[in-house]
């Protein structure tokens, strides 16, 4: 990128120099991470385009070039723009998420996609940034605006949204959104008693969820007591990291990606770790935890509750899903259907984890002096009009 004046009033500029340069560039070094393991998780192709494979790699790749896009382009926006692209986002992937529910493909037992021409697309990945941020607003105007429910907006909005997931049903979003929704709560305000209510609550539903959802059941017990023929993808998986050791195999030398029917999604961490070894799979972690504390550090000094409650939703969501992916390779956790942002293949996913962190750049950037008048400004006409 060429070298901006600060004194360039250009959307450019004022993008380049409020940035978080630091978490930009952990971000665009996991989208050229995720570029390597498509080649690395596609088993060996004549690059023909009659190779499905060659397909499926040349996918992703455009996959990963439209998130990176997707992503820096959110990131230009303002808080206002933020709040207007996840109210529209999220009304429309709400209703296309619900109608997952009567015109849904049915994959792997969920039906949670919709089929459009070439490809398919999952509703609900789009919804939950849209959703983080669509609640931060609501708790945070609550707050600003006396006698505004948000509160119980905030509770019915959340509540259909994961009914819906749960009659797709998709386990694991459904408690990713639960929890990102009570870490917002928390950071909000939750007194010690419903904090005590929501863990028990949590406690339940993770019970109800092994005794009465047979997929659920099935991997818990794999996971307690796993057989070399009934947790072959677990066993698989952890043997790769075994097999790749300190430095890894080498770039298309692992096998777990012909065995493992999931290696290029749920599983690429394995592959990782078989042809690169520890010390890239350390890298991959390292990368995540600095956008994650570097996301935290940015929120410390945030003095607009919005921003706080909404950055802090969508680091959770993201960091809870990258832990989930990766413990579940290495069997630290039963085995999730969970995939690793900017790493794993999937077209929903990809783009999703773009906009998510799009939000996530626009919300932490630096704001001057003028644009927080102007936004308390705007925040006490709104109060003396209800007044």
Known sequence: MPILS??????VGRWWWSIDRVMLTALILLVGIGYVLALAATPATNLALSDPRTIVMIKQIVYLAIGAFVMLGTSMLDLKQVKLAALGIGIVFLILTAFTLVHGV???????????????????EFLKPALIIATAWLLAERRRTPGFPGMIVAL???????????????????????????????????????????????????????????????????????????????????????NGGLWGRGPGEGQVKHYLPDARADFVFAVAGEEFGLIVCLAIILIFAVIVLRGLARIMRETDLFVALAASGLLVSFGLQAFINMASSLSLIPTKGMTLPFISYGGSAVLAVGLHMGFLLALTRKRNHAERADERRARGSVQDRVA
């Open 106 to 124: 049915v994959i792997d037992g969920g039906r949670r996609w919709i089929a459009l021409p070439g490809f398919t697309i999952q509703p609900s």
């Open 156 to 242: 019915g909005l959340n509540g259909l949204v994961l009914l819906i997931l749960m009659r797709q049903p998709d386990v694991g979003s459904t408690a990713l959104v639960a929890s990102t929704f009570f870490v917002q709560l928390f950071l909000d305000g939750l007194s010690l008693y419903w904090v005590g209510v929501a863990v028990a609550g949590f406690g339940a539903s993770g019970f109800a969820a092994f005794e009465l959802i047979s997929h659920v059941h099935t991997r818990v017990m794999l996971f307690l007591h796993p057989t070399k023929d009934k947790a072959y993808q677990a066993i698989t998986a952890l043997s790769a990291f075994g």
């Open 6 to 11: 600060r004194a360039d009033t250009s959307v």
